[in-house]
């Protein structure tokens, strides 16, 4: 009998992010002996401190109402708040997503669980040379590059044909079930949204319908730095190499930052919400209508943040381009192969948006 390849392409999947082996910054973090100037060394960002960082209230991230969304009372009024949204924020919070508390509850609970289980069980979820799935860290292409003060541990969800079990904690023991409840739920949100943004372009995204889509989660441990949280970020300032990607804030700890009119501020976690944001490849298939926003990660002094982003990303052997309405629209950036893209993303160190250069055409 012929063995098929998996269709969302495991193999594939797991040559796409070379990145080198680097310490678990959880133990590091609890460990006092260890935190001289010499280790934490690595972690010190020497040209942040002049950024300018705006507080909360001078402008809050976008609620969007998917309830509003689907009834037909209200969809066209809210479908052009998310319109607005896409285009002024890139960012939104979305509400009464529709998804049962106690699957939101439950995963928020395992994930936490699973980040403080000791070092050797979570171990044997490492990330093997070159794969996108593990437990560890990425994006580390130098040993002389800054590192994030955190850990991370990401599975590809979607398609279930595609999922490498060895990557699934059996520990806690109710972990697989309740990623899976998160991953399908969450399916379903992503593809009501992904619906009317295409409303919203007026265009048919056909490389986003469901049978296209993969999900990867990756799920983020940010522990405390007490000694200089001022001096260490998260997650460097990067877009997200996504069509769309939903964040779960999973201890409602505060953390993430988005760059707006060359400013960061502060997203607010919102515990009844996701937080939506515009990708990279959709910024493409909307010719620029849409774009995907810069943000990064800050660290707390006494507190740990745990978050669980899954990425929607049309298919590996797919080939995105702008998709627009008229024939009159100039278009913007070039045709990529979401493979080749995924690729040179994921084998650079992140800075900004600078791995999305090379999707923009260059005007002359
Ligand atoms: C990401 C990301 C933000 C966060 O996973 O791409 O930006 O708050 N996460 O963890
Ligand atoms: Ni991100």
């Not at 037909?72 to 919070?93: H, I, K, N, T």
């Not at 200089?228 to 998260?234: A, H, I, N, Q």
């Amino acid at each position: 009998m012929e063995m098929e390849e998996p269709s969302g392409g495991e193999s594939r999947w797991s040559r796409l992010a070379p990145s080198l082996p680097v310490r678990n910054v959880q133990a590091l973090a609890a460990c006092a002996e260890e935190l001289t100037a010499a280790t934490l060394e690595r972690y010190i960002r020497l040209d942040i401190h002049n950024d300018e960082v705006l507080d909360e209230q001078s402008g809050e991230v976008p609620v969007i109402d998917l309830a509003r969304l689907l009834h037909p009372d209200s969809v066209e009024e809210e479908a052009a708040r998310l319109r607005l949204a896409c285009e002024d924020w890139g960012f939104f919070q979305l509400v009464n997503h529709g998804i049962q508390e106690d699957i939101i509850t439950n995963i928020r609970s395992d994930i936490q669980k699973f980040f403080h289980l000791p070092l050797e069980m979570k171990n044997a979820y490492s990330q093997r040379p070159g794969d996108i799935q593990g437990y560890g860290q990425s994006f580390v292409v130098s040993e002389s590059q800054t590192l994030d003060w955190a850990d991370m541990f990401a599975i590809l969800a979607q398609p279930p044909q595609a999922r490498d079990m060895r990557y699934w904690p059996t520990q806690p023991h109710t972990f697989r079930k309740y990623i899976e409840d998160y991953s399908s739920e969450l399916m379903k949100v992503a593809h009501f949204v992904v619906t009317f943004i295409a409303k919203t372009l007026n265009v048919d995204l056909e490389l986003m319908r469901d049978k296209y889509v993969s999900q990867v989660f990756r799920m983020n441990y940010y522990p405390p730095c007490m000694s200089m949280p001022e001096k260490v970020l998260g997650f460097s300032p990067h877009s997200d190499a996504s069509f769309l990607t939903l964040l779960l804030e999973v201890n409602s700890v505060a953390g993430l930052q988005i760059k707006r009119h060359n400013k960061w501020i502060p997203v607010k976690p919102n515990p009844k919400a996701l937080l939506v944001n515009v990708g990279d490849f959709l910024e493409i298939m909307s010719n620029g209508k849409y774009k995907s926003i810069e943000h990064r990660v800050t660290i707390n002094p006494n507190q740990e943040r745990l978050t669980i982003s899954a990425f929607h990303i049309p298919s590996l052997d797919g080939i995105i381009s702008p998709v627009t309405g008229s024939t009159e629209e100039m278009i913007l950036y070039k045709t990529v192969a979401v493979e080749e893209y995924a690729k040179l993303y994921m084998s650079n160190k992140l800075d900004g948006k600078r791995a999305f250069g090379s999707c923009e055409v260059v005007l002359i």
